[in-house]
């Protein structure tokens, strides 16, 4: 197999592109803007710049800054490596984090002589930096290692005798996570610690994992949310506000209900305190709502009750008399803002374009004290660059890819939306076309199905979506029930029920794509990842219209899944009725192992061998029963990689590479030969 992909890749990267069509070396050259930081004063923006090398196979980043208006746009670092997190100090002073010294510490840095000093040496790197406001101290998040004796007594081996590593002892319920591995013993804890370096001190203790931290205005104490809870390895969702008293170093619970209260952020004035959650009545998909409390906990008061979109990324105004905030509405990331009395404004639309692999709404603003505003500005025909603007009229800054996108032509994407068959209910969807589309020709379509399965693809920019586009294929992705940004109803149509009418959605939106007229029957694709390798291997499962399938890092078997994936205690509470062995049929009903029997369809399954969310033990049993049933099927494991796959740009490359190769290998001889003419 690994000779098969590799011969095709070949073949696809140096013949099936003409020069004006994306090639799947490009994913090397792409760039985006991501965690814009405005200035104080809402003069000066900082951003990251994200970038690839192609020899050391590593995404890294530099900060670069500019000015509100677009003019003096230099950068801050240069080189090899990952620079991120820039935050304001003051309006001449930065602070941000860099590997540049083999390890990921953090460093002041003055704008004006461009002097810097490395404030950290520590072995663990510090996160969710937030600077007081005073600009004197910082505060963060860091991984405190704890010791753990082994509960196996291992006897003395005879000296010079060569032993294997001794057992590992394991007694947690959640021991290892996604891109983690396997945990060390230890939590996460506040600590603060002055600007100009020395000695971090540690704020919080216990067994406990705290979140962000936020100053009060007075800089006296710290806001956060955590789950302080014994059980909160079975209880996951149910995190507090907290307050921490700096100089006692009491910590105080500011909410107390069963749900998730997080996000909390403290109002110029420090008398109110913002913060996101809902009392959680166990679906898969609830809508977070925004609420305002006192800053001592009492006069909770919701502001979206009637919104039915998940506000997030909070940010106070210079007055202190509302909120800016981003939510996705339809796949499109809006800035809005909200008064204390939830009056809600829109201001700007297509904060987007992070999602650089599949065309997922991810997107991220920052606001300034007057009223300013930066966000990553993301399009169907490019990644996100940055935009600032004020009172919803904006400009954009950056074009970071118009030396490469400015010679090579992007497939073009157009919305689309359907009625599904199976209630009528409108479902939205893009269609993205080859490029020099003919819609007088016949092209072959592909399926492309998003993951969550509560989630939203959108119109942004997709390298996947648009290197399908330019190896011929028309691609079609949508938004089917279950999708977040359509509405809490909407989202919840698959509670207890997926896979269920979604597969109904899908194939209706395929009818609807076909009916155009330039479409070739005979060659129908369909490819997903997580979510969508669920619905894919769930699809043909129930229908052989499709010539070729990929199935991504899927969930095969739910019973085995819940018991396996890195979050037992969250899947069997939210996605289920309650555990495996008390709901064996409910599981196995909506599980795609059950319909292996009906496949006929030729497939790959695809998964990187260290991904804890949807293990490969995953993948591995539906490829042994896709065997023992006599189909053609192929498994492709990806080393090293995670569930996001992406972790190294040549992973990426061999994702694509692998489904197209397995695609081509099942097209039509006649598509084939039409294409070779062409």
């Known amino acids: 197999m690994r000779i098969l992909v590799s011969v095709l890749l070949s073949m696809f990267i140096f013949s099936a592109f003409t020069q004006e069509k994306l090639s799947i070396m490009d994913i090397y050259e792409l760039e985006f803007v991501s965690d814009p930081q405005i200035s104080p004063d809402g003069s000066k923006i900082l951003y990251v710049r994200n970038f690839k090398d192609v020899m050391t196979d590593k995404s890294l980043s530099n900060i670069w800054i500019v000015d509100f208006d677009g003019s003096n746009n230099q950068p801050v670092t240069t080189g090899n490596q990952v620079d991120n997190n820039p935050r304001w100090v003051a309006n001449d002073r930065i602070i941000y984090k860099s590997n540049k010294d083999e390890t990921s510490q953090v460093y002041h840095y003055w704008l004006n002589s461009r002097a810097e000093q490395k404030i950290t040496n520590f072995k663990n790197s510090a996160s969710n930096l937030v600077v007081s406001p005073d600009g004197r101290s910082l505060a963060f998040t860091m991984f405190v290692d704890k010791s753990k004796t082994s509960f196996i007594q291992m006897p003395s081996k005879p000296k010079g005798a060569k032993w294997n590593a001794p057992p590992i002892y394991i007694d947690d319920m959640t021991y290892r996570g996604d891109g983690q591995g396997y945990y060390e013993p230890g939590t996460t804890h506040i600590f603060t610690m002055s600007i100009e370096g020395g000695t971090a001190k540690q704020i919080t203790s216990g067994n ?21 809870r014994e059980d909160a390895d079975f209880d996951p969702r149910n995190s507090e506000v907290y307050k921490i008293n700096l100089e006692s170093g009491d910590v105080s619970a ?223 992705y949508s938004n089917p029930r279950g999708s977040t940004s359509y509405g809490e109803e909407f989202g919840n149509l698959i509670h ?71 979050n037992p205690g969250f899947f069997y509470k939210y996605w289920f009725p309650g555990v495996p062995w008390e709901n064996t049929e409910h599981y196995m009903k909506r599980s795609p192992i059950s319909l292996v029997g009906n496949v006929t369809t030729p497939t790959m399954v695809l998964t990187g061998e260290e991904d804890y969310r949807t293990p490969i033990a995953e993948t591995e049993q539906y490829y042994a029963a896709l065997k023992l049933n006599k189909v053609d099927a192929a498994m492709v494991r990806i080393p090293g990689a995670s569930h996001g796959i992406a972790n190294k740009p040549s992973n990426l490359v061999g994702k694509v590479a692998s489904i197209l190769s397995w695609f081509d290998k099942y097209k039509s001889e006649t598509l084939k030969a039409t294409i070779e003419d062409k």
Not at 416 to 426: A, C, L, T, Y
Not at 550 to 566: C, G
């Open 496 to 566: 207890h029920n997926y896979p269920g009418q979604d597969y109904d959605d899908l194939m209706s939106g395929v009818d609807a794509v076909i009916a155009k007229g330039f479409i070739d029957e005979d060659n129908l694709f369909v490819t997903g990842g997580s979510g969508g390798g669920v619905l894919t291997s769930w699809i043909i499962g129930k229908t052989d219209r499709f010539r070729a399938a990929v199935v991504a890092k899927p969930v095969i078997n739910w019973y085995s899944f819940v018991l396996y994936a890195d």
């Open 208 to 228: 406990y994992n705290y979140g962000a931290p936020k100053w009060s205005p007075d800089g006296s104490y710290l806001i956060c949310s955590a789950n302080l």
């Open 254 to 476: 500011l909410t107390s209900r069963q749900g998730p209260d997080n996000s909390p952020v403290i109002s110029p004035d420090g008398k109110k305190i913002a913060y996101l959650g809902f009392d959680d009545r166990y679906q898969g998909y609830q809508i977070t709502n925004l609420y305002v409390m006192n800053a001592d906990g009492s006069g909770s008061k919701i502001l979206t009750e009637n919104f039915d979109r998940d506000p997030g990324n909070l940010q106070w105004n210079g007055k202190g008399d509302g909120l800016f905030f981003q939510y996705t509405d339809k796949g499109n990331i809006k800035i809005a803002q909200i008064d204390l009395n939830g009056k809600i404004t829109d201001l700007e639309s297509n904060v987007g374009g992070l999602s650089m692999g599949r065309p997922y709404s991810a997107g991220t603003f920052t606001s300034s004290k007057n009223g300013r505003y930066a966000f990553t500005f993301g399009e169907s025909d490019h990644p996100a660059d940055l935009a600032s603007g004020s009172q919803g009229k904006s400009t954009r800054i950056t074009r970071l890819n118009d030396d490469l996108l400015g010679h090579k032509k992007p497939g073009k994407v157009e919305e689309i939306w359907f009625e599904s068959s199976f209630d009528k209910r409108q479902i939205h969807g893009w269609i993205a076309y080859p490029p020099n589309f003919d819609p007088n020709e016949k092209y072959p379509l592909m399926l492309e199905i998003h993951g969550g399965p509560f989630a939203s693809y959108s119109e942004f920019f997709s390298t996947e979506v648009q290197l399908f586009a330019s190896a011929g294929y028309v691609v079609f």
